[in-house]
Structure formats: C-alpha cells, structure tokens
C-alpha cells in the first residue's frame, strides 16, 4: 500500500477511508493523495471499489440509505463531509461523468446550460459562453455548433460522451471525476476523449477510472491500483507498468486475472 | 439560501399530499353525521334489514336496495368477468403487436363513454329487446339489462388490471412450461392464468366496487322498483339509484334517510377497496 | 370424457378469445357510432353556438357547453396543483414508510368513493355550509374530488418512468432535490403528466351524479362560478329523463361523445410523445 509521488499541491487526500454499503466493505483503509493538473487514473479488476471511491468523493453516495465510513477525504484539505460543506457547490467543483453517456432529453444547448442555470447564471450571454467554451474543450464544438438546438439524444455515442464531459466542465469546475467514460465507444470516440483530457489536464485535476488497463498507460500520468476495496499500489505510471512493487499488480497487468 | 428553500419544500409537499387522506375523512364524516341519527332513530338493524320503503310515512328499510345492488353487481360480474377476462388473455398472450394497439385503445374508450351515454343505449336497444324475447315483470327494465350494459361499461377495469396481473406473470414461467412441450393456452390456462390469479382477483373486486357505485347507467334502465329481486328479469332498485332518484325533492327524515344509505354505499365501496388491497398486498408477499 | 386434442383445444380457445376481444371493440364501435351517426345530423353552428328553447327541448346548447366548460376548468385549476404536488412528494421525497402507505390508502380509497355519494357530501358542504349554493363553484369542487386520485395515479406514473439516471445527471451537475424535480424530472415526465390531465378532462365533462346536487340546473349561461349552470351531461340525462330519444337528445349525446373521443385521441398522440422521450 505504498504510494509515493511528486512533491507538488496536492488536491485531494484521502487518508484510510473506508465505506462500506450495510454490512458490505466496498473500500478499506485507502491512502492516497492526487496531485493538482494531473491525470490520476485508477484501475483494478470489476467491484473494486473505483466507482465508489469517485462516488464518496462528490457526495453522490449521500442519497444511499444505510452506509458507514470512516477516515478522511480531503480537498484542498478540507474534509468533504464537514458540516458546512454546501454538496451542490462540491458537486459542481467535482465535476462527474458516468460510464454509460447520459443525454437528457433537450437541446445540446439545455444540456449544457442546465448546470450553470442551477447556479444562477441566466445572462444568455455569459450562458452562450459557457456552452461554446466547454463543447471546445470536448472538441464537440465544430460538430455541434450549427446545432445547438436540437435534441441531444440525436447524437452519436461517441458524441453524447462528449456532450457529458463538456456538461461537466461546464459547471467550471476544479477536478474532473471520470468514470470509465470510454467504455462502450468505438476506438475513434475513445482517442477525441483521450486527446481532450491530454489537452485539460492543464487546466483541471482528473481522476480516471478504467477498465482498459491500455487507457491508464497512455495518459495517466500516475496510477492507482484497486483489488476489492483495497489500494494495492500507488505510483507513477510508467513505474506501476514497467516494474510494479506488488505481484498482484504484475497479475492483473499481465492478464493473470481480472 | 437554496438549501433553506430545498428543506422547506418536504414538509409542504407532505402537507399537500396528506390532502387526500384528510378529504376522504372529511367526506366520511359528513356522511356519516348527516345519516348516523335516522339510522339510531330508526335503529339500525331495522334501516338495513326491513324491505319496506315508503318515506311518506316514515318508513326506511333498505335491504331491498341493498339486495338490488348485489344482483346488479353479480349479475354484471358474470358478463364482464369472463369477457373481460378473455381479452385480457387475448391481448396479452395471442395478440400481435398491431392488434394490441387496436383493441387496447378501444377498450380504455369504453370507460371513457360517460355512463349517461350507456343508460341511454341500454334503453333504446337492450330493454326492448329483453322485453321482446324474454318478456319478465320488468318490461325489458331489470337486472338483466342493467348486467348487460354495466358489463360493458366495467370491462375495462377487468380487463386493464387483469392485462397487468398476466403481465407482471414473469416470462421464465410461460418459457418454462413451452419448453415442456405444453401449447401456448396449455400454458395459460395452467400457469399464466394461476399466477396471476390474485391480480386478477384484485381487478375483478374493483370492478365489483365500480358496479356497486354505479348510478346513472342503472338509473335508466333497471326499473327503480322497492323489490326484493327474485329472478334477473324484475325490475329493481340499487342504493345508488335510490338516494339520485329521491334527493331532488327529499326533506328532513326523508333527506337523512338518503345520506344513511349513501353511509351503507360508503361503507361497502371502502369495504371492497380495502379487500383489493389486501389480495394485491398477499400476492407481493407470496412472490418474495 | 374424451380429452380434447391439445392443439384443437388452442384453436378453439383462440377463436373464442378473438370473439370476445372483437366484441368490445364492436361494443364500442357500435355505441359510439350509432350514437355520432343520429346526432350529427342535429350538430350545426346553431345547435353549438345557439341558446335553448322551451325548457331545452329544442333550439341550442351554448349555456351548456360553457358551464361543462366552465365547470371542467376551475376542476382542473384546484386538482392539478394538489395532485402534482401529492405525487411529486410520493416519488420523490418519500421512501415507502407508513406514511405514504397511509397516503396512498387514502388515495386508493378516495378514488374509490362511488360519484354520488360525492355528490351527497358536495350537497352538504359546499352547496349548504360553505353557503356556495347550486353553482359551479359547488359543482367544480366536488368533481375535483373525483378526478383528483387519477391525477395522482397517473402523475406519479409520468414521474417514475423516468429513467434515475436523469436524476443522477442532475445531482451530478449540482442542482439541490427541488432543482432535479422542477428542471430534470418533470420537464421529462411532462407529456405523461398531460396525457393524464388530458383524460382528466374526459372524465370531467362526462360527470353527472356528483354534479347533479351540487351545479343546478339552471338553463341559463352562468355569469359567474357562483352562478347555477347546467353542464352538457346533466342536460342529456334530464333530455333522455323528459323526451326520451329526441333528436336534442341525440344531438347532446353526439356532442359529448366527440368532445371526448377528441380529447382522448389528443391523450394518445400525448402519450407516444412521451414514451419517445423516456426510452
């Protein structure tokens, strides 16, 4: 469970935290720290506990009936789950994207316009800035841009995916939390948004997590490894895929299991 | 400031769907201080057990009412549930799909023909023609042709909840029994329709409810005379039809009277709706 | 006795089934059909737009028209708002609890309430103690008593078609409960919300026991909701009650059965715009 990385401000720590659904541990004792504009991804075999680990970190885990958790998550060193934590404002610093695409049924333009409306930014000037400004960042802009209008559940898969990462950024957010958001895209799709996060990491702090072992070697730049609730190992990325500390971690990549 | 706005909304939306509840007790009371005291007067026994009617001299005895309503609805319990209970069949396990989008419709349509519409189709074709071939003490006016077109006015509770229960039916049953070798009505006789008998149960109490409310379809065609109902083709009078044909011009003891038998309507229906529940409610226990 | 063949019997079963289906779609052709055919004739811009003669039994129907009218707006205006907010609350601010079980009951029941015993409590509450008198005021209030358990019904239904993932993206994106219910959840629920307002109104322009004590039966065109008003079903009943089957009678009848098989095929269209939507 060790972890070591660059010596520069770190975003978010979580310090043994566990959670666990009723009577189910999903995560135990994870440490780790994600630095500011880096690409964190995280990988592991299913039911490990990445999408829980996203999920604590935005409070979207609240809504479930009946869960416990200790320890620490922090960003920028405050606890996420103090008392006068707003979880709408965290929500939006958060920003989420789900694996499988999500289009509500509007306009792309509604699509994106909906997280700043909440806010409390009606000016359609400021709105239409926003919307051009995040559809580029997802390299949708030149796809769409005639379009705006229009139903967005008439998009691609590939495109919605798109449309779900710039909604994310459009709430101008301070991390980006992605979870597998390539699974289920043809290998086009998967490269527009793995060259979009390449471009945003300058920007935003990413945490990745994926399946596709492959994704986390070509832009992470350090890398985590689940195995049932558990963190196995933490480091750089080319570290972890070269000569990893842990034999699991060598199973898993070399395809022993998972 | 928003979250302030976020914790307010609960307790008022509670407010506001407590509401039905609140009504549905209020509507209760009203009846029942309104009708309560001729029933006491008249003693209670006596106003539910005694056949004779005559408001005039003060006399309220409304069994024969109470027997007109069970015979209407059992009589229309044996057109409508088998019809009804045929077509749910057929559209959820035979019907292509284009068939479902024709029949389905026209059924729900049926209910939404205002029951006004139905007495008065029921007095131009089915009265004289009960009259005609059946001839009876009701001229054509009676039970039976109040079952008839109260049967058709109630198919489509039968047959919407019934359409529901076989649909809740999980596939794997049906594929189960197919896979044996078993014809598809093998299969629905002796599984599908099994299954989903409680559901079906439910639909058919429900229908008995709505019948039992009825009014003024059965007004029109089923005679209105204070008599115990010996065979289906005399002509009787329902709670319903009683307290719609008298509240025009009812006073006093006569008026309380009419909210006394709309006590006994209320206790039934409430009866009959807490009996569905309790059948759903066992089917759900039976499943987990 | 000698088993039937399997497959004969399927076909045999299959026939008898097929009767019975077509039989209500006969049923319904016929009633509806032989009613539209004699009346339509009757229907012309006189009929609709003129005012009634002798008692009703000749002349038009405007006054009735306007109070169904009338009477079916202000339902709507007091239901909808209550049973919305009702079946926002049971989807999406409950978990199933004795409370909402308590709540639904009295929904379930409520919707079970036979129309004249509403009628009865209507007579006695508003058209006596609220001192509303015969009106469509008293009227109103009492039929929105009646439609208000399908509002709920079929609101909730609208709401929960909707896929929780929409809720997902909107709590994702920041938005507090009420803001994921006013801009995610029922903008999407919005077409299944209407259709079951749109059935509503069919159930309101077809009441009549509830509303025979509680509108009156005045002939003339209600100036106001305090004012007593005769609604198109109630005429019909005391029509077919006075001239048996006149061609007044027929006329009404043709009327209220087209106004309601337009608003129930506008119901339809609503309802596959809908489900376009959430799948």
Not at chain 1, 29 to 35: E, F, S
Not at chain 1, 227 to 235: F, K
Not at chain 2, 28 to 47: A, S, Y
Not at chain 3, 252 to 277: H, Q
Request: some cysteine; hydrophobic content about 50%.
């Amino acid at each position: 469970m060790v972890e070591t990385g660059k010596s520069e401000p770190q975003k978010i720590i979580a310090r043994n935290f566990s959670f666990s659904y009723g009577s189910q541990p999903a995560l135990k004792g994870i440490t780790l720290h994600v630095c500011t504009n880096e690409i964190f991804t995280v990988i592991g075999p299913s039911r490990s506990g990445k999408t829980t680990f996203l999920k604590c970190l935005n409070r979207m885990n609240d809504a479930i009936a009946n869960t416990s958790k200790s320890g620490e998550l922090l960003l920028d060193g405050r606890s996420v789950f103090d008392k006068d934590v707003d979880v709408a404002e965290l929500r939006r610093r958060l920003g989420m994207v789900f694996a499988v695409p999500v289009a509500l049924p509007k306009s792309i333009y509604n699509n994106l316009a909906l997280g700043p409306r909440m806010r409390g930014i009606l000016r359609k000037k400021r709105l239409d800035e926003i919307v051009e400004r995040s559809l580029k960042a997802a390299y949708l802009w030149e796809e769409v841009k005639d379009r705006l209008h229009t139903s967005a559940r008439n998009l691609s898969g590939g495109q919605q995916q798109r449309l779900c990462l710039a909604r994310a950024m459009a709430l101008e957010p301070e991390v980006l939390l992605l979870d597998e958001p390539c699974s289920g895209l043809d290998p086009v799709s998967t490269r527009k948004i793995e060259e979009a996060l390449l471009e945003l990491k300058n920007r935003y702090t990413i945490i990745l997590v994926t399946n596709i072992t492959a994704q986390a070697a070509r832009v992470g730049d350090r890398t985590a490894f689940f195995l049932m609730g558990e963190l196995i190992e933490c480091d750089a990325t080319e570290t972890i895929f070269t000569h990893p500390s842990n034999e699991r971690t060598a199973d898993y990549l070399t395809g022993k299991f998972g | 400031m928003s979250l302030t706005k976020d914790r307010l909304v609960s307790p008022i939306l509670f407010a506001i769907a407590c509401f039905s509840i609140a009504a549905l007790f209020v509507i209760g009371l009203f009846i029942f201080v309104e009708g309560l005291p001729i029933m006491i007067k008249v003693g209670v026994w006596k106003f539910i057990g005694s056949t004779d009617w005559s408001p005039l001299e003060g006399k309220f005895g409304i069994l024969a009412m109470i027997a007109g309503s069970l015979a209407v609805a059992a009589g229309t319990l044996v057109v409508a549930v088998p019809f009804g209970v045929g077509c749910a069949i057929y559209l959820s396990e035979f019907a292509s799909k284009r068939a479902v989008t024709l029949i389905k419709p026209a059924v729900e349509l049926l209910f939404a023909i205002p029951s006004v519409v139905y007495g008065f189709v029921g007095v131009l074709f089915i009265v004289p023609f009960v009259r005609e071939y059946l001839g009876g003490a009701g001229h054509g006016f009676c039970i039976l042709t109040a079952s008839f077109v109260l049967g058709i006015r109630v198919l489509p509770v039968i047959v919407g909840i019934s359409v529901d229960a076989l649909q809740a039916v999980p596939k794997v049953y049906r594929d189960g029994s197919l896979a044996l070798g078993a014809t598809k009505w093998q299969t629905t006789t002796m599984v599908t329709l099994r299954a989903a008998r409680s559901g079906i149960l439910a639909g058919v109490i429900l229908g008995m409810a709505s019948v039992i409310g009825e009014t003024m379809a059965v007004i029109m065609v089923i005679g209105n005379a204070v008599v115990m109902p010996n065979s289906p083709l005399d002509s009787v009078r329902t709670l319903t039809s009683n307290i719609a044909l008298e509240m025009g011009y009812a006073e006093g003891d006569h008026r309380q009277a009419l909210f006394a038998t709309g006590v006994v309507l209320f206790i039934i229906t409430m009866i009959l709706n807490t009996l569905t529940r309790y059948v759903t409610r066992s089917r759900v226990g039976k499943k987990k | 006795m000698r088993r039937l063949n399997p497959k004969k019997a399927e076909l045999i079963a299959k026939g008898v089934l097929l009767l019975f289906a077509g039989t209500a779609v006969l049923a319904l052709v016929a009633i509806v059909g032989y009613v539209v055919v004699k009346g339509i004739g009757v229907i012309n811009l006189e009929f609709l737009f003129g005012r009634p003669r002798s008692m009703g039994r000749e002349g038009g129907i405007l006054p009735f028209i306007i109070s169904s009218i009338y009477l079916t707006a202000i339902s709507l205006l007091v239901s909808i708002p209550l049973g919305l907010c009702s079946a926002i609350y049971l989807t999406e601010y409950t978990t199933e609890g004795w409370a909402t079980r308590a709540i639904r009951f009295g929904v379930d029941c409520l919707a079970g309430v036979p129309s004249i015993v509403l009628g009865l409590f209507g007579f006695m509450f508003f058209v006596k103690l609220l001192n509303f008198s015969w009106s469509i005021l008293s009227g109103s209030l009492t039929v929105s008593l009646m439609i208000l358990p399908f509002i709920i019904r079929s609101s909730e239904e609208a709401i929960r078609a909707v896929p929780q993932s929409y809720r997902e993206v909107a709590f994702a994106t920041g938005g507090t409960k009420w803001q994921s219910v006013t801009r995610v959840v029922l903008p999407c629920a919005l077409p299944g919300i209407m259709t079951g307002i749109v059935l509503a109104i069919g159930k309101c322009v077809g009441e009549t026991a509830s509303v025979i004590f509680t509108a009156g039966t005045s002939l003339r065109i209600p100036g106001s909701i305090f004012d007593s008003g005769r609604t198109l079903a109630i005429h019909f009943y005391l029509l077919v009650r006075e001239t048996g089957a006149s061609d007044m009678a027929y006329g009404s009848a043709a009327t209220l059965l087209i106004s309601i098989l337009i608003v129930n095929f506008f119901a339809y269209w609503l309802m596959r715009r809908f489900i376009a939507r959430v799948s």
